[in-house]
């Protein structure tokens, strides 16, 4: 097994559907704080809350979906130094 193939076997069996995972988590953060925001028009503590928990949410996606960019230009680039 050459490191090309394995590589591709630690990227596909192990990084992608961890990253998948994690994004998945924020999504579920992310429309938690939506739902919170809206459930709680009248109270300004849990609209604060909310906000928060969105906040965090699009914060995670975006870290998520960057590092998973940055992981397929690495894994490009690894494949076509080899």
């Avoid at 630690?10 to 924020?26: E, F, K």
């Avoid at 995670?60 to 130094?81: E, K, P």
Wanted: aromatic share 10%.
């Amino acid at each position: 097994m050459d490191t090309n193939e394995l590589l591709a076997k630690i990227t596909d069996q192990i990084l992608n559907p961890l990253i998948g995972l994690v994004i998945a988590v924020a999504l579920m953060i992310f429309i938690w704080g939506v739902i919170e925001f809206i459930a709680g028009a009248a109270n300004d503590e849990k609209r604060s809350k909310g906000k928060q928990h969105m906040v965090w949410g699009v914060i995670g996606l975006f870290i998520m979906v960057s590092v998973f960019g940055i992981m397929q230009i690495l894994v490009n680039f690894w494949a076509d130094i080899r």
